[in-house]
């Protein structure tokens, strides 16, 4: 059976479309909730998957993977507290906009990119399963740890405002990613012998003291200056002609998520600010992005949510999940006695397909649940802050708690929420230091494994072809950030000029 001899219909099974709208509805209520994140809401539902045939119940899960990635957003830009790691960079102009008094504008953009990301990543699974898996499965431990490090200067070099305080937000992230267990040689390192660093920091303790603890500090310092009630602007409707101006940031950022969520391990907080960081890269008024640009929204959400399908790639070609998420995704067929793989087309083509083309009916059910139910999330910034700053503690104490009930998380994520609150107002990356220690595993392990196979050469890093083609890469970004920051410097230099030459001819 090919992609023309499918019957369509077999996906308009009621059980199949209540699997799907149940799943969207489900992954942006969970996924709106900080420190919950797409993981959490698919294990809360691969139980009942169970319980269903194998189509509906993959559908269900892709619905709730999908919806939780938007769904990310919404605290994210309501808030300034990230759903989930892939959400981080949404921050950046999604809650700038809400906090200038439109938040249902935020929220529409991000809605229309989080849909057209999905459909790209959808379209992706469906035109280019084989053959893009199959070179993703070509790439070894160089260019993992390339991939890793691309991740993080792209982030330093083109999304910052602060060069040299960004990279030094990036190594301190790389820092605390070292604390834990030896990935090689399974030694403790840096725990100080406490126990509970064994197993290193964990991600929902620095998300969520990131930004929520630190951002409860800030609320507390700014309660007074909150936009009025009524000058909030809570439709989520947005002109076409303002779309439009988007449209270069998420077509940039679909393309760029689909292809890395094929690499198993990236994930999509990496999309998100390789998307987030070709859209400043591509905007016409770069100087916009950081105080509520749509374009910034935009590529950050199309790119997430479009990376759903690229992880979906090399699970059903190959049998290898390309991300958590997945994994979890595929314990429903395995569950269901069915092993992804290169024979799965053949052995069970009806389900294949219906899974390929099912993927595209998840973004449109997600976009019909977001119209129905983000107006109601806009409303937030309307709490007085007296209700919103106790309701934004204590959601984010649960969701540090919850995570690994452990009384020990809470007080990181309170020591982290100080420490980044701190490092906020001096002028640091908070977004750096996020993707540094997400990508930091990934880092220091695929460098390791890559010096043990090579017996210690550095050559293994521009003798591969792709690795070299990163590498280049990776140089013309530095050679971009430098040329950016001198440009800089010398147009501030003039300035002072030309200002001081105005004021002492005033005073003449």
């Known amino acids: ?69 938007y769904g990310g957003s919404i605290s994210s830009i309501i808030l300034g507290i990230p759903g989930s790691p892939s959400n981080v960079a949404t921050i950046l102009d999604g809650h700038p906009m809400a906090q200038s008094g439109m938040p249902g504008k935020a929220l529409g953009y991000s809605l229309w990119a989080s849909t057209i990301g999905g459909l790209v990543g959808g379209l992706a699974l469906l035109f280019l399963a084989v053959p893009i898996a199959a070179f993703a499965m070509t790439l070894s431990y160089p260019e993992y740890f390339l991939l890793g490090m691309l991740g993080i200067l792209a982030v330093a070099v083109i999304s910052s405002h602060d060069l040299i305080r960004s ?41 969520l003291g990131m930004f929520a603890f630190s951002e409860v500090i800030t609320m507390i310092r700014d309660k007074g200056s909150r936009p009025a009630p009524d000058t909030l602007t809570v439709k989520t409707e947005v002109p076409f002609a303002e779309l439009r101006t988007t449209a270069k940031a998420t077509t940039g950022g679909s393309v760029i998520g689909s292809l890395i969520g094929i690499f198993p391990g990236t994930g999509s907080g990496t999309a998100s600010w390789f998307g987030y960081s070709l859209a400043k890269k591509l905007s016409r008024n770069p100087d916009r992005f950081g105080k509520g640009s749509p374009e910034g929204i935009a590529g950050a959400e199309s790119a997430n949510n ?54 595209l009916l998840t973004s449109v059910a997600m976009f019909f649940s977001g119209k129905l139910v983000t107006p109601i999330f806009s409303r937030v910034l309307k709490i007085p802050s007296e209700m919103l700053i106790p309701a934004v503690l204590l959601i984010s104490i649960v969701g540090v708690y919850a995570a690994n009930t452990s009384s020990f ?100």
């Open 306 to 359: 479009s990376s759903v399908g690229g992880s979906l790639l090399p699970l059903l070609t190959l049998g290898v999940p390309g991300s958590p998420a997945i994994a979890i995704v595929m314990g429903a067929f395995l569950m269901h006695g069915i092993v992804p793989g290169p024979n799965i087309f053949a052995e069970e083509p009806t389900l294949t397909y219906g899974i390929l083309f099912g993927f």
């Open 167 to 207: 990279i030094i937000s990036a190594i301190l992230g790389l820092m605390v990613g070292t604390v834990g267990m030896d990935l090689i040689t399974g030694d403790p390192r840096f725990t100080g012998g406490q126990m509970e660093l064994y197993s290193g920091f964990t991600l929902v303790a620095i998300i």
């Open 409 to 508: 998380e809470l007080w990181v994520a309170l020591t982290v929420g100080v420490i980044a609150y701190f490092m906020r107002n001096l002028g640091f990356s908070l977004p750096a230091f996020v993707l540094a220690f997400v990508l930091s595993g990934i880092i220091e392990e695929n460098f390791r494994r890559a010096l043990l196979v090579s017996g210690g050469d550095l050559t293994i890093f521009v003798t591969r072809p792709f690795s070299l083609v990163l590498v280049l890469i990776i140089v013309g970004l530095v050679s971009l950030g430098i040329w950016g920051k001198a440009r800089g410097t010398r147009r501030e230099k003039i300035l002072a000029e030309v200002q001081g030459t105005d004021e002492q001819k005033s005073k003449a």
């Open 1 to 69: 059976m090919g992609l023309t001899e499918f019957d369509v219909s077999v996906l308009f099974d009621p059980l199949n479309i209540v699997a799907i709208l149940v799943g969207s509805l489900a992954g942006m209520f969970f996924g709106a909730i900080p420190g919950v994140g797409a993981m959490v809401v698919l294990v809360l539902f691969l139980p009942i998957s169970f319980l269903l045939p194998p189509l509906p119940a993959v559908l269900l899960l892709l619905a709730v993977y999908q919806s939780s990635e």
